[in-house]
């Protein structure tokens, strides 16, 4: 079993599950879709070329948020082409700041294929909106055998920027959230509606996926040794009184 | 397949100004590396470069869309230049058949009274929205009419020429519509993906939004009335702004298919579109409070990068907030940038074929010189990029 992952970081992200019209929403972690989307792009496969996606889509998905990141909300105007009157305003939201590990698990030549393709991509990747270029190349491991998905979550570095693991640094190891597809023997799994089935301009589907909340543990590379101060408790010695009068 | 991506840098500072608010009339800002920005829509300046095309005449008009909803009338006045026996009539007719055989709709709008009773000709069908093309779609659109007049219902039943229409709708587009694509709700099938992403411009230093309290004087007040004619505040920030945008130049020549003029080298028209698009991203500047503030500034610093892999945005080299405690913001982003790049592009392997570009100003982007082709100014900038993007074309690296 392979499993390839992929670090989304940059100043703005935005992954919308649900939005519509004039406002759109971002989930707080990554979705499935508009993953699987920007490595179909990567790969050249066109919009409505729903037999390629397919193998693409059957991949199971995870994502491991490493710095979560905070909302922010982007107030658009548009104007007539023409007439110059405004068009509906429009509410965008967007994650700033936030660092997540992606995780697709499936068969090997595929990954690897994926893989090579984000290093040369057809249509450039983005997170989740064209406007939020990635801040690092995405790409970070193609990991040839691991037991699970989760375990190369499990594996995979702590990705977030210094300044935050610095804020961390009396952990030795921190504790990170991870939403990844439920196995079949699992329960009480979240569902959201991005699993992809087609990307075709005309008609964009999704099905339901089920998402299972989970964490895992990381060291902290940031981590600094406290200085432990020597051990002073005033009633050590009532204690010690005791244990002598009794 | 050939893969050419063009990756554009700039530094910018502007003065206090404010070119992009959000609804509360606030500068936009955004978080990163833990610390508040000033921030610039990638919108705002995509619009800013399209402006900027047109009203400095970077590009011929017939290279330039046309967005209208009075597409039959644009179509039928084309029909009748090129066979002029044809009376209004017919060619609106034929015009509007043509242009419903590419999947758009169209309606005849309701008479107005007073049309009706100065026996006004009945008003052309027209789209239900405005639909954005190119002036060789509309050429091409009117000889597919002109091909078929004799019975055009009939010749549109025909499966070839039905495509036709849609493949003139869907090639050759404008050179707008290539670089920031195309979206028709109920015609999806001739929507265009944007060949260029431009990301929301940041500041590479921390910025709090300040406020700036106004009072104006009534000229014609009396000595009586003392105080403000009007009172208020207009909020406003001064930031040096890293600019990244990408251009896969690949895709662009796809979006623009064959050339304008069929004398042409196939690399021509993207040629122009490149340049126009580097000179455009470059010198444009959103124009929000622009009478208020006037920030009107060029970038410090161009870096321009033709790649053979996938473009790469230097955003990260300014995570950690430039403090600037001597010589300004610029120095010490330009030194940032000039560690910076050749570090990450050795970690990912940067490829032998990569060209970079310099432009810069002055003594405080002195470290950027090393780090490409230094260019005189933008007009060699942008004729250089130009160069190097067709000989690409022709000859792969």
């Known amino acids: 079993m392979s499993v390839l992952t992929l670090r989304l970081a940059g100043p703005l992200q935005s992954w919308g599950a649900s939005a519509r019209f004039t406002r759109r929403t971002t989930e707080s972690a990554p979705t499935k879709s508009g993953v699987v989307g920007m490595l179909a792009a990567a790969a050249?496969?066109?919009?409505?070329?729903?037999?390629?996606?397919?193998?693409?889509?059957?991949?199971?998905?995870?994502?491991?948020?490493?710095?979560?990141?905070?909302?922010v909300r982007d107030f658009h105007t548009a104007h007539h082409g023409v007439t110059g009157k405004s068009m509906p305003l429009s509410e965008r939201f967007y994650l700033a700041d936030a660092v997540f590990v992606a995780a697709l698990e499936g068969d090997r030549t595929l990954l690897?294929?994926?893989?090579?393709?984000?290093r040369a991509p057809?249509?450039?990747?983005?997170?989740?909106?064209?406007?939020?270029?990635?801040?690092?190349?995405?790409?970070?491991?193609?990991?040839?055998s691991v037991t699970s998905l989760h375990q190369a979550l499990q594996d995979e570095p702590w990705q977030a920027a210094p300044w935050y693991r610095r804020q961390r640094r009396r952990d030795a190891t921190v504790s990170l959230a991870v939403l990844r597809e439920a196995d079949d023997h699992e329960h009480h799994a979240d569902v959201l509606r991005d699993q992809p089935l087609s990307f075709a301009a005309e008609h964009r589907r999704h099905a339901l996926r089920t998402v299972l909340s989970t964490t895992v543990e990381v060291p902290n590379p940031a981590a600094a040794p406290t200085r432990s101060a020597p051990r002073h408790d005033p009633f050590d010695a009532l204690e010690e009184e005791s244990a002598r009068c009794s | 397949m050939n893969r050419i991506f063009l990756d554009v840098h700039a530094l910018q500072t502007v003065p206090p100004s404010n070119l992009n608010r959000d609804d509360t009339g606030a500068p936009k800002t955004a978080v990163y590396g833990g610390v508040p920005r000033a921030r610039v829509s990638s919108q705002a300046w995509k619009r800013a470069t399209r402006t900027y095309f047109k009203d400095e005449h970077l590009l011929?008009?017939?290279?330039?869309?046309?967005?209208?909803?009075?597409?039959?009338?644009?179509?039928?006045?084309?029909?009748?230049?090129?066979?002029?026996?044809?009376?209004?009539?017919?060619?609106?007719?034929?015009?509007?058949?043509?242009?419903?055989?590419?999947?758009?709709?169209?309606?005849?709008?309701?008479?107005?009274?007073?049309?009706?009773?100065?026996?006004?000709?009945?008003?052309?069908?027209?789209a239900k929205?405005?639909?954005?093309?190119?002036?060789?779609?509309?050429?091409?659109?009117?000889?597919?009419?002109?091909?078929?007049?004799?019975?055009?219902?009939?010749?549109?039943?025909?499966?070839?020429?039905?495509?036709?229409?849609?493949?003139?709708?869907?090639?050759?587009?404008?050179?707008?519509?290539?670089?920031?694509?195309?979206?028709?709700?109920d015609a999806a099938d001739i929507n265009v993906d944007a060949a260029v992403?431009?990301?929301?411009?940041i500041?590479?230093?921390?910025?709090?939004?300040?406020?700036?309290?106004?009072?104006?004087?009534?000229?014609?007040?009396?000595?009586?009335?003392?105080?403000?004619?009007?009172?208020?505040?207009?909020?406003?920030?001064?930031?040096?702004?890293?600019?990244?945008?990408?251009?896969?130049?690949?895709?662009?020549?796809?979006?623009?298919?064959?050339?304008?003029?069929?004398?042409?080298?196939?690399?021509?028209?993207?040629r122009r579109a490149v340049e126009a698009f580097v000179h455009g991203f470059v010198a444009s500047l959103p124009t929000g409070k622009i009478n208020t503030f006037g920030h009107h500034t060029l970038p410090d610093a161009v870096i321009v990068k033709l790649r053979t892999t996938r473009p790469v945005s230097f955003v990260a080299a300014f995570e950690d907030p430039v403090r600037g405690d001597q010589g300004g913001h610029v120095r010490e982003a330009s030194e940032r940038l000039a560690e910076y790049i050749p570090d990450i592009e050795r970690a990912y392997?940067?490829?032998?074929?990569?060209?970079?570009?310099?432009?810069?100003?002055?003594?405080?982007?002195?470290?950027?010189?090393?780090?490409g082709t230094e260019s005189e100014n933008l007009g060699e900038l942008v004729a250089s990029v130009g160069q190097a993007v067709a000989e690409r074309l022709e000859k792969p690296a």
């Open chain 1, 122 to 144: 057809v249509y450039a990747p983005y997170l989740g909106r064209r406007s939020c270029p990635p801040a690092l190349p995405i790409e970070l491991a193609l990991h040839a």
């Open chain 2, 197 to 201: 992403q431009v990301a929301h411009a």
């Open chain 1, 112 to 118: 690897a294929a994926l893989h090579a393709a984000l």
């Open chain 2, 60 to 126: 011929d008009a017939s290279e330039l869309g046309v967005r209208t909803k009075k597409i039959v009338e644009a179509v039928a006045s084309r029909i009748t230049a090129l066979d002029p026996s044809l009376t209004r009539e017919t060619a609106l007719r034929i015009a509007d058949e043509t242009v419903k055989a590419t999947g758009l709709k169209t309606d005849v709008p309701t008479r107005k009274a007073t049309a009706a009773k100065a026996a006004e000709p009945d008003p052309a069908p027209e």
């Open chain 2, 203 to 270: 500041s590479v230093h921390r910025v709090e939004n300040e406020s700036d309290y106004y009072t104006a004087v009534d000229d014609e007040n009396t000595d009586e009335e003392t105080g403000a004619g009007m009172i208020g505040t207009v909020d406003f920030n001064s930031a040096t702004l890293y600019r990244y945008a990408a251009l896969g130049v690949h895709q662009l020549a796809a979006n623009l298919g064959q050339g304008l003029r069929e004398d042409e080298p196939r690399t021509d028209p993207v």
């Open chain 1, 44 to 71: 050249g496969i066109e919009r409505g070329d729903d037999e390629r996606l397919e193998p693409l889509a059957a991949l199971r998905f995870g994502v491991r948020i490493d710095q979560p990141g905070t909302r």
């Open chain 2, 129 to 185: 929205y405005l639909v954005f093309l190119s002036a060789r779609q509309l050429e091409g659109l009117a000889r597919l009419a002109v091909d078929g007049a004799a019975d055009i219902t009939a010749y549109l039943k025909d499966k070839k020429s039905k495509d036709k229409a849609k493949e003139i709708a869907d090639t050759r587009h404008s050179v707008d519509i290539a670089l920031f694509g195309r979206m028709v709700a």
């Open chain 2, 349 to 371: 392997g940067d490829e032998d074929s990569t060209l970079t570009w310099v432009l810069r100003v002055g003594p405080n982007t002195q470290r950027l010189g090393g780090i």
